[in-house]
T-cell receptor, first 113, second 113 residues
Framework: EAAVTQSPRNKVTVTGGNVTLSCRQTNSHNYMYWYRQDTGHGLRLIHYSYGAGNLQIGDVPDGYKATRTTQEDFFLLLELASPSQTSLYFC????????????FGSGTRLLVI | GDSVTQMQGQVTLSEDDFLFINCTYSTTWYPTLFWYVQYPGEGPQLLLKVTTANNKGISRGFEATYDKRTTSFHLQKASVQESDSAVYYCVLGERTNTGKLTFGDGTVLTVKP
């Protein structure tokens, strides 16, 4: 079954720490996305990619890097984590046509203390 | 830029009540409009979408009409069940080759038995 799998499910790190969130999709989709979800803000787009080696900036990119190593794998990197990055992070994939819907992962809950 | 407004942060109903969640949007494009639903511990999943103005989308008893004149996409259901308790997002999709989605802030629906 086509899916989007995120790991880890939960992560705790200290301020200034280095964190990598992983996402793998088996949908054969070209596009992958990283969103953060915060109470009162819905989902906000951090970065997205339309293929291996490609990276596009989203709406709230500050403090985040991302890398798309293969069509299946998309990573979100926090190199100097701050408490403001405490959030629920979702990865998603789509075929990018604009009419297509997304398949979301189950999320990674990150706590920066 | 594109935006989606959901004025109702929380809605509490009893089983068999009528559901109405307000959604308006703003964009310079001709978007695709979606409703996503998110259950606890899961990522958002597609509930319904409408690609053409003045058309109605229907799924699982929910319906929404893409009204270009009033730039609205309200969600309705005639008779809610406790299992409908979830967060509902009104979403605008770009008809470009990015497939970017813009989410509203979400409406938390609680249905009491």
């Amino acid at each position: 079954e086509a899916a989007v799998t995120q790991s880890p499910r939960n992560k705790v790190t200290v301020t200034g720490g280095n964190v990598t969130l992983s996402c793998r999709q088996t949908n054969s989709h070209n596009y992958m996305y990283w969103y953060r979800q915060d109470t009162g803000h819905g989902l906000r787009l951090i970065h997205y990619s339309y293929g291996a080696g490609n990276l596009q900036i989203g709406d709230v990119p500050d403090g985040y890097k991302a890398t798309r190593t293969t069509q299946e794998d998309f990573f979100l990197l926090l190199e100097l984590a701050s408490p403001s990055q405490t959030s629920l992070y979702f990865c998603a994939s789509s075929d990018g046509t604009g009419n297509s819907d997304y398949t979301f992962g189950s999320g990674t809950r990150l706590l920066v203390i | 830029g594109d935006s989606v407004t959901q004025m109702q942060g929380q809605v509490t109903l009893s089983e068999d009540d009528f559901l109405f969640i307000n959604c308006t949007y703003s964009t310079t494009w001709y978007p695709t409009l979606f409703w996503y639903v998110q259950y606890p511990g899961e990522g958002p999943q597609l509930l319904l979408k409408v690609t053409t103005a003045n058309n109605k989308g229907i799924s699982r008893g929910f319906e929404a009409t893409y009204d270009k004149r009033t730039t609205s996409f309200h969600l309705q259901k005639a008779s809610v069940q406790e299992s409908d308790s979830a967060v509902y997002y009104c979403v605008l999709g770009e008809r470009t080759n990015t497939g970017k989605l813009t989410f509203g802030d979400g409406t938390v629906l609680t249905v009491k038995p």
